[in-house]
């Protein structure tokens, strides 16, 4: 077996076996349902069921892909269905009798997957290897249930990261299954050179090859990259002792060279509802933990005294008026210390997204969302405490009169219509700023954009932007212009969703106007 073959096999060999025969339990004889079947992981599968004995339906999205499904691994014309809208529902309940199927390998998203779902026969099981839905956190119809049915996904990451022993098991068993000739490679294993990186996305994205693309190196090859600008530093001393306050307990405080103060209780109301128990749970770790931390350290010599704030404490949060105070004392506690001579900082941080208390609540989440914060991810959180470190010093402000005592993140400048945006603090912000409408028209795209405010007549603008168009359409597919017809909708060039939120990206930097999608694809 090429190197090639053999790269192409781990990942969807383990998907489809560890899916069917470990999750779903396929029993020769059953009927499986395999979306996308002329994929990589749907040859597996077929694969696999044909193994175990089962039968097999399959869907595809062309007639090219149909044909390799028949000759390849024999399937008949009448359990080979199309993939691209529902139809194929009314096929699988013709073919099994109005039962639906035992198994279903599932890899299509939306209104695909809650039509798949339907298809599921007593005591079947649905396994869900896509990821669009999951991570849109989907709904899916409950009355299926009633018939003792079984919803599971499977991400082989996660087995390998989590159930390491398990994905070794998965190796070896997929591997004699490969030795012993059960198994063979996928129908066209497309190879690439690494410099061809993003000709193989693109390959993938549209959804026309079948089987696998794999990467291989050929000397020579040109990679774009974009260097590195940021060096780590180093943050801390080795013999000196930090205290991280909330969570740790028992550290000495020997030859102190640092606080961080992360502490926070979060009893959210309206403040006409709030009680005054409600409002001490909440102010008392910040104000008086700070407070006594403060009041400790007075005769140290600080490297830095860093205070967890919210930028809450200079816009507000509904519901959140003692939060909001008790940030805003670490403000001004932090500030008092600088004109001490001490060091102290608040990082006034947004929405931080992925972890911590807002990971931690959705409701919460969607909270600070509609309110117009924006997120704030965990690796943007380390860079600002990497600055906070490096910048917590005595002094008040900078050369350029730059107050020092806080830095403040996750606010948002997508528009200026936010109840925050003509505060003092923030007004000179939003008034300089050159929103996506503007900077789309101002800024980068002045070409077309100049062009189109030449022209006369909307005959004029009509080929202008037609044409502009169909360059960026050729130059996502790699094709010649002439090959693109005008009069053809995105979806005969098999562009998907996908592909279109790029053109809809396109469309609002170069033209300045916002597309729907569904526009796009039409």
């Not at 798949?116 to 989907?138: L, M, Q, Y």
């Not at 070794?168 to 690494?194: D, N, Q, S």
């Not at 026309?208 to 990259?225: F, W």
Request: neutral net charge.
């Amino acid at each position: 077996m090429s190197f090639v073959d053999a790269a192409s096999l781990p990942c969807i060999l383990t998907t489809a076996y560890y899916s069917l025969v470990h999750v779903a339990h396929l029993q020769p004889g059953e009927t499986v349902l395999i979306h996308s079947a002329a994929g990589g992981v749907g040859q597996m599968a077929i694969q696999v069921a044909q193994y175990v004995g089962a039968r097999v339906i399959a869907t595809v999205g062309s007639q090219a892909k149909r044909s390799l499904l028949k000759s390849r691994y024999g399937l008949a014309d009448d359990m080979i269905f199309n993939s691209r809208d529902d139809s194929f529902v009314r096929d699988v309940l013709d073919t099994t009798g109005g039962r639906g199927v035992d198994v279903i390998l599932n890899s299509l998203a939306g209104k695909l997957l809650h039509a798949t779902w339907s298809c599921v026969a007593p005591f079947g099981r649905f396994i869900e290897i896509g990821k669009r839905d999951i991570h849109e956190n989907s709904k899916i119809d409950m009355d299926p249930f009633r018939r003792n049915v079984a919803f599971a996904s499977v991400d082989l990451i996660t087995i390998f990261e989590k159930n390491k022993p398990l994905g070794a098991r998965l190796l070896k068993e997929c591997g004699t299954l490969v030795h012993e000739g059960h198994i063979t490679p996928p129908e066209t294993v497309t190879e690439l050179p690494y410099s061809d990186a993003v000709k193989a996305f693109r390959l993938l994205q549209m959804g026309k090859h079948t089987g696998k693309v794999v990467l291989v190196p050929h000397a020579g090859d040109r990679v774009l990259v974009r260097p590195s600008t940021y060096r780590n530093q180093p943050l801390f001393k080795h013999e000196k002792t930090y205290l991280l306050v909330g969570g740790l307990g028992g550290l000495a405080i020997d030859n102190l060279g640092g606080i961080f103060q992360a502490a926070m209780v979060l009893q959210d109301a309206p403040l006409e509802n709030m009680s005054y128990q409600q409002w001490q749970i909440c102010v008392e770790p910040k104000v008086k933990g700070t407070y006594n931390l403060h009041q400790a350290t007075l005769g140290t010599q600080l490297d830095f005294f860093i205070c967890f704030s919210s930028a809450s404490g200079s816009i507000g949060s509904k519901g959140q008026a003692n939060y909001s105070s008790a940030n805003c004392y670490l403000d001004a506690l932090m500030r008092h210390r600088r004109e001490m001579g001490l060091a102290g900082t608040t990082m006034n941080c947004g929405m931080i997204v992925g972890i911590g208390a807002v990971a931690a609540n959705q409701a919460l989440l969607k909270v600070m969302m509609r309110s117009g914060y924006d997120g704030v991810n965990k690796e943007e959180l380390l860079y600002q405490i990497e600055e906070a470190v490096l910048s917590d010093n005595s002094k008040k402000v900078s050369r350029r009169g730059v107050d020092l005592h806080q830095t403040i993140t996750g606010i948002n400048m997508t528009k200026a219509d936010f109840y925050w945006c003509q505060k003092p603090l923030y007004r000179n912000l939003y008034n300089n700023h050159e929103f996506l409408g503007q900077t789309a028209i101002k800024q980068g795209t002045k070409s077309l954009a100049s062009q189109l405010q030449g022209t006369k007549s909307i005959e004029e603008r009509t080929t202008l932007v037609l044409s502009a168009f169909i360059e960026k359409v050729a130059d996502v597919l790699s094709v010649s212009v002439d090959s693109i017809e005008p009069a053809n909708p995105l979806s005969a060039y098999g562009l998907d969703s996908i592909i279109a939120v790029e053109f809809r990206k396109w469309f609002s930097r170069s033209v300045g106007v916002e597309i729907a999608l569904f526009d796009v694809l039409g």
